[in-house]
């Protein structure tokens, strides 16, 4: 049975900083690709980032990058996702996918049903 559990939300002003974990078991954690979604107030969950099994390819989606950064460690079955100069509009249930498909052709990122029940991150003053 594939567990995914997510960690590391709060409440945060604009501008500061949170690092999101988020540990899978039930899974060849090794081998798995991993992604980070957030679903924000009446909006559709979106793909934030994302990383091979290895963790050399990684892709985030453009608002977010430079301030996210996503990585793992395969010897604690851990992805991370370290946010930085964070802004009210990033405010945001925020879920992590479990062994999904990474395409290296177009650094695209298919997610799994593998989901954690997410972890609350609220940017504000």
């Known amino acids: 049975q594939v567990q995914v559990v997510e960690s590391g939300g709060g409440l945060v002003q604009p501008g500061g900083s949170l690092r999101l974990s988020c540990a899978a078991s039930?899974?060849?954690?090794?081998?798995?690709?991993m992604g980070w979604y957030r679903r924000a107030p009446g909006k559709q969950r979106e793909l934030v980032a994302a990383i091979n099994y290895s963790g050399d390819r990684k892709t985030y989606t453009d608002s977010e990058k430079g301030r996210f950064t996503i990585s793992r460690d395969n010897a604690k079955n851990t992805v991370y996702l370290q946010m930085n100069s964070l802004k009210p509009e990033d405010t945001a249930v925020y879920y992590c996918n479990a062994a999904g498909s990474y395409n290296y052709e177009s650094d695209t990122y298919y997610s799994s049903p593998n989901w954690g029940q997410g972890t609350q991150v609220t940017v504000s003053s």
């Open positions: 039930g899974i060849i954690f090794s081998f798995s690709a």
